[in-house]
T-cell receptor
Framework: EAGVVQSPRYKIIEKKQPVAFWCNPISGHNTLYWYRQNLGQGPELLIRYENEEAVDDSQLPKDRFSAERLKGVDSTLKIQPAELGDSAVYLC?????????FGPGTRLTVT | ELKVEQNPLFLSMQEGKNYTIYCNYSTTSDRLYWYRQDPGKSLESLFVLLSNGAVKQEGRLMASLDTKARLSTLHITAAVHDLSATYFCAVDMGSGGGADGLTFGKGTHLIIQP
């Protein structure tokens, strides 16, 4: 069974530029999550989807972050414009029941 | 606001020794997760504990949950070098068939020396 797929794996951009991350969850997993992990910290939830619906986006900085999950499968997380403090690893996870499976993450560096 | 605290945050130990990592959380929940993360890698699911008194074991690792004390432990028996990693506990406030977003601790960075 294929795991959660994310791309790109690494991204370096200058501040004020836009960036987008893509996630393909495990087949059949209805629930999809985006987390942000800062260096030396645990991941923090940004948004949770049940199928196409964003059911928890309370931690998503909506002034610059947006996300979508068209057709309830793949998802895209966007930052526009990026700030220096956005440098982190962005993790996508999916679940069918209570166990969450994480993808390899996208390491974003904003210079 | 749910808070999850792990201790210790850093642990250096010798092979063959036993040790315990503690995870305390601030709000009632009966869903507790343990993950392992190697440097530069993603999170690997180790255990999912879903009820008071739950105990699960895999190899040299054993996890337990006391929901009344809001405490989970991850016990390492006869440590080997391959267990060196960062271990995270996480709590899920959901109660249905699916999982809500997880709140993670800061992680315990474990180094096991030969």
């Amino acid at each position: 069974e294929a795991g959660v797929v994310q791309s790109p794996r690494y991204k370096i951009i200058e501040k004020k530029q836009p960036v987008a991350f893509w996630c393909n969850p495990i087949s059949g997993h209805n629930t999809l999550y985006w987390y942000r992990q800062n260096l030396g910290q645990g991941p923090e939830l940004l948004i949770r989807y049940e199928n196409e619906e964003a059911v928890d986006d309370s931690q998503l900085p909506k002034d610059r972050f947006s996300a979508e999950r068209l057709k309830g499968v793949d998802s895209t997380l966007k930052i526009q414009p990026a700030e220096l403090g956005d440098s982190a690893v962005y993790l996508c996870a999916s679940s069918l029941n209570v166990r969450q499976y994480f993808g390899p993450g996208t390491r974003l560096t904003v210079t | 606001e749910l808070k999850v605290e792990q201790n210790p945050l850093f642990l250096s130990m010798q092979e063959g020794k036993n040790y315990t990592i503690y995870c305390n959380y601030s709000t009632t929940s009966d869903r507790l997760y343990w993950y392992r993360q190697d440097p530069g890698k993603s999170l690997e699911s180790l255990f999912v504990l879903l009820s008071n008194g739950a105990v699960k074991q895999e190899g040299r690792l054993m996890a337990s949950l006391d929901t009344k004390a809001r405490l989970s432990t991850l016990h390492i028996t006869a440590a080997v070098h391959d267990l060196s990693a960062t271990y995270f506990c996480a709590v899920d406030m959901g109660s249905g068939g699916g999982a809500d977003g997880l709140t993670f601790g800061k992680g315990t960075h474990l180094i096991i020396q030969p």
